[in-house]
């Protein structure tokens, strides 16, 4: 973890208030988590990309400071909190990057409000299961994947507990303690009943159909030994989006921007530089 981050944390008021860390001027690019993790886990990309934009990374709706919600959560809740988000910065646009339930967060930000992304990063993530084709999806079944995400806590352990026995399971064999204890220290943050339901809107959510109409420039970038979304479910997403990239970063898993820092700052970076000015 940082000592003495160079960020600062504010809120975008509403129902529910929405916690963001932001640092950097420029165009607006938002960075959305995965389903266990928080803002923390963009802390080693803040720095890099605040040199090229205005750089928010979010806590999702009922995860870190953001507030938790009374009501059952649809999964498109997420997008309209994102699109209060470029309403409280005055963004027409924002380049929008998201890993794992981030990066489906943010296909279905574009499904709803097209006119309002200027690109797509898409990270270890997929657009749901299509039948047609078993690259599409993750490797576990809806069943299973919900199954293996909220029985412990209908079990009755502690998100602390939870973290500890999962310890960044999803990583690949090459990360370090470190950067695992940042993963484990995330999911030990969860807020439990938020959590539960978000496991159960987004297993079954699908915007496979909504692959062809993206038009934006979109980057799709896979860890090589991801065990949930492998490159195959990237190969299968740059087959219907038109244009898009695919990047398979080496030694990497599930959480790349993690894994490989260095690595997934330049090749982000690289990609959005070049289209920069499509959200000012």
């Known amino acids: 973890m940082m000592a003495n981050n160079p960020w600062k944390t504010v809120f975008v008021e509403g129902a529910p208030r929405i916690a963001l860390d932001l640092m950097g001027a420029g165009p607006l690019l938002v960075l959305l988590h995965g389903i266990g993790g928080n803002r923390s886990n963009w802390q080693f990309q803040l720095p890099a990309f605040a040199g090229d934009f205005m750089v928010v990374a979010w806590d999702a709706r009922g995860y870190g400071l953001s507030d938790d919600y009374d009501s059952e959560l649809h999964f498109n809740d997420f997008s309209h909190d994102l699109a209060r988000v470029l309403d409280h910065f005055g963004a027409a646009k924002a380049h929008l990057c998201g890993l794992s339930m981030g990066g489906r967060v943010a296909q279905d930000f574009y499904a709803l409000y097209p006119d309002r992304v200027a690109t797509l990063v898409l990270c270890d993530t997929f657009a749901g299961d299509d039948t047609s084709d078993t690259r599409s999806g993750r490797s576990q079944t809806i069943e299973e994947f919900v199954q293996s995400r909220i029985q412990p806590f209908l079990d009755g352990m502690s998100p602390a507990e939870v973290a500890q026995k999962r310890g960044g399971r999803l990583m690949g064999p090459s990360a370090s303690e470190e950067i695992r204890q940042l993963a484990t220290d995330a999911t030990a943050q969860l807020h439990v009943e938020s959590y539960i339901k978000t496991v159960r809107a987004s297993a079954a959510f699908s915007r496979v159909d909504n692959l062809v109409n993206i ?7 896979f860890g090589d030994v ?7 479910v990237g ?5 219907r989006i038109a244009g898009s990239q695919l990047v398979i ?3 990497a898993g599930h959480m790349t921007n993690l894994e490989q820092p260095e690595a997934f700052n330049s090749a982000v970076l690289s990609f959005l530089r070049d289209y920069r000015d499509l959200a000012t």
């Open 226 to 232: 991801d065990p949930l979304t492998p490159p195959s």
């Open 249 to 251: 970063l080496e030694n």
């Open 215 to 221: 038009k934006v420039p979109t980057l799709l970038l």
């Open 235 to 239: 190969e299968y997403m740059q087959e």
